[in-house]
C-alpha cells in the first residue's frame, strides 16, 4: 500500500511539473512583451486622461460591472451587476451547503470560494476575448471608417454609420459600430453622445481605441477635422498587425497544448487506477466523487483549468495595440 501512495505522487509530481513547465513555456515571452507594452503605455497615461474626459462607464461599482456584462453577454440594465454579483454568491452558497453537509465546512469555503468567483473569471475571459478579436479588426476598421470619412466630406456620424454598414469581415467591429451609431443618432445632448463614445471605447480597451475615441469625439462634439490623425493611427495600428504576426506564431502551439492539458490528465488518472492499481470504474467514481480528498482535488484541477485559461485570455492571447 505504502509502494503504491508512492507510486500515485511521484505521477502527480511529474504531471504537475509538466503543467507548470507548460505554463513557463507558454507565459515566458508574453510576459515581456508585456512589460514592454505597460512601460509604454504610461507613456501615453498623460495623454490618454487630457483626451478622454469623464468616464462613466469605469465609475466603481455595479455601474462598471454592468457596462462588461453589456459588452461581453449583451445583458443590459442599470441593475445587472447587482444581479449578477447577487446570482454568483447564491451559486457559491449551493456549492457551500452541499459541499459542508457532505464533506466539511474546509471544502465547502473552498468550494464558496471557487464557484462564487468562476462567473466573474468567465465574464472577464469572454470580454478579453471579444477585445482581443476586435482589436485585431481594428486596421480594418480605421482604414474603412478614414474612407467612409472622407467620402462624406468629413462627416464623422455620416461615416460611422457607413461604416457599420459596409464592413464585413470584422463581425465584432460591425456589431459594436451598429450599436454606436444607434446611440449617437437617440443622443439628446453632449453628454449622452459622450457615453455612446465611451462605451466604444471601452469595447476596445487599447491605446489606439482612446486615441480613436478621442478623435470621434473632436469630430462629433467640435466639428474638427481628424483626417490627419486618422491615417497616423492606420499606420500605427498597420505596424501593430506585422509586428503580432510574428509574435502569435511562437504561442499558438503553447495556447493549444494548455487547452489539452486538463482532459489529458483526467483520462491519464483514469487510466491509470483502473490498469496500474486495478481499480474498478465504480471504485475511481467513488474515490475521486464519494470522498473528500477526491472532490477537493477535482474541484482544484478544475479551478486551475480555468485560472490557466483565464490567465491564456489575458496574456497568450494579445491584443493588437501600438
Known sequence: MTDGFSTIRAVSIALYGMFLAGLFVMFSLPFAVAAARISARARLRGIKKGLAGDRPYEEQGPGSLSAMLDLAFGIKGESSGQIFILASLVLGLVVFLILTLRFGPGLGIFGFAAFSTAPYLIMRTRLQDLRVDMSREGEQLLTELLNNYRIGHYN????????????????????????????????????????????????????????????????????????????????????ARRWLEQTRRETSDSSMVLRILFPAMCVLIYVGATSAFGMTPARFLHNQFGTATGVGWAVGLAFSYVLSLAASAFIARQKMDI
Do not use: C, H, Y
Open 156 to 239: 464623422m456620424r455620416e461615416a460611422i454609420e457607413r461604416t457599420a454598414v459596409t464592413i464585413e469581415e470584422a463581425p465584432i467591429s460591425k456589431r459594436m459600430l451598429l450599436d454606436l451609431s444607434r446611440q449617437l443618432n437617440a443622443a439628446a445632448g453632449d453628454a449622452q453622445i459622450k457615453d455612446a463614445i465611451e462605451r466604444f471605447r471601452l469595447a476596445l480597451d487599447t491605446s489606439w481605441g482612446d486615441l480613436l475615441a478621442a478623435n470621434l469625439e473632436f469630430a462629433e462634439l467640435d466639428g474638427i477635422v481628424v483626417t490627419e490623425s486618422l491615417v497616423d493611427l492606420v499606420e500605427s495600428v498597420g505596424s
